[in-house]
Every structure is written in C-alpha cells, then in structure tokens.
C-alpha cells in the first residue's frame, strides 16, 4: 500500500511539472512588467494628449512589443526607441489588437502614421514608413484620428524616474 501511495504523489508530481513546463513554453516571455514606464506628450498644435507609456529600448522589448496582449488602456501605449535612425517596418505577428502607429524622427516630429491590423497567421502584412525614424509610438487603433495627430505633430517622452 505504501508503494502505491508513493506512486500515485510521484505521478501527481510529474504531471503538475509537465503542465508548469507546457505554460512556461506557451505564456509570452516578456510581460508589462518587464518594459520601463513613462509618460508621452503628442502636441497636435490644436491639442496636447498626454499618455502613460511603456519603452521598449532593447531589441528583445522591440520585438516583443505589445504582442499577446488582448487589450491597451485608453491614452496608453508603447514606445519603441531606437540607439540611431533606422529604416524598416512594423509587424503584428500575435498582436490581438488593431494599433496606430506614429513613426517619429530624434527631434519628436511625426513622419508618418499608419493603422495596423492584427495578425495571428504568416504572412503577416510588414508596416513600412518608408522613411528613416527614431523611434516609434503604438496606441488603439483610431486614437491619432480622434486626436488630430498627422505628419509634423510632436512627441516627447519622458521615462519614469
């Protein structure tokens, strides 16, 4: 009777490992919590609308991004900063939710917006401003039309300190 008692915990202790293993490999390796924090600024010119940000700074955080997530708070978003102008575009390979995206220039002045749809399947359509940027911004797809935010609009970015 021990024996199988001492089984039975064994198997059970197996199966709770196997199942915590099988969500490590499934659940998204990055989380919020692992982006810095900040604030953004958009000045339209008419209008100025502050937004709690996430940054994504590391190459890992850019590719990351805002994937898996199934929703973002209203005036809130993500920052992808780069070290110098880059050229390139944008994917929603697992993004859930439709995104604007402002594409900005090391000054803050937008060069381009563009809307991005969700993407949960290769091949998933590639974002290109086709202009050099510095640095990238994400909110809820229809933010920048409710806000007035074009080409020439501002952006400053502040980290949490």
Same mark, same amino acid.
């Given at each position: 009777?021990?024996?199988?008692?001492?089984?039975?915990?064994?198997?059970?202790?197996?199966?709770?490992?196997?199942?915590?293993?099988?969500?490590?490999?499934?659940?998204?390796?990055?989380?919020?919590? /692992?982006?810095?924090?900040?604030?953004? /600024?958009?000045? /339209?010119? +008419?209008?100025?609308?502050?937004?709690?940000?996430?940054?994504?700074?590391?190459?890992?955080?850019?590719?990351?991004?805002?994937?898996?997530?199934?929703?973002?708070?209203?005036?809130?978003?993500?920052?992808?900063?780069?070290?110098?102008?880059?050229?390139?575009?944008?994917?929603? +390979?697992?993004?859930? =939710?439709?995104?604007?995206?402002?594409? @900005?220039?090391?000054?803050?002045?937008?060069?381009? /917006?563009?809307?991005?749809?969700?993407?949960?399947?290769?091949?998933?359509? =590639? @974002?290109?401003?086709?202009?050099?940027?510095?640095?990238?911004?994400?909110?809820?797809?229809?933010?920048?039309?409710?806000?007035?935010? +074009?080409?020439?609009?501002? =952006?400053?970015?502040?980290?949490?300190?």
């Amino acid at each position: 009777m021990r024996a199988f008692v001492i089984a039975v915990v064994l198997a059970a202790t197996l199966a709770v490992g196997a199942a915590a293993a099988v969500q490590r490999e499934t659940a998204p390796e990055t989380t919020a919590a /692992t982006f810095p924090r900040g604030t953004a /600024t958009i000045a /339209t010119g +008419k209008r100025t609308i502050p937004l709690r940000i996430e940054i994504a700074r590391t190459a890992e955080q850019r590719q990351q991004g805002l994937m898996n997530r199934r929703s973002l708070p209203a005036n809130a978003g993500m920052v992808f900063q780069y070290p110098s102008p880059t050229r390139g575009g944008f994917w929603m +390979k697992n993004t859930l =939710i439709p995104l604007d995206i402002a594409f @900005y220039d090391g000054t803050g002045r937008v060069l381009r /917006t563009m809307r991005m749809q969700p993407c949960t399947a290769d091949p998933c359509t =590639i @974002y290109d401003p086709g202009v050099a940027y510095r640095a990238a911004l994400e909110v809820n797809a229809g933010s920048f039309r409710r806000w007035g935010v +074009k080409r020439g609009a501002r =952006i400053v970015v502040k980290p949490a300190r």
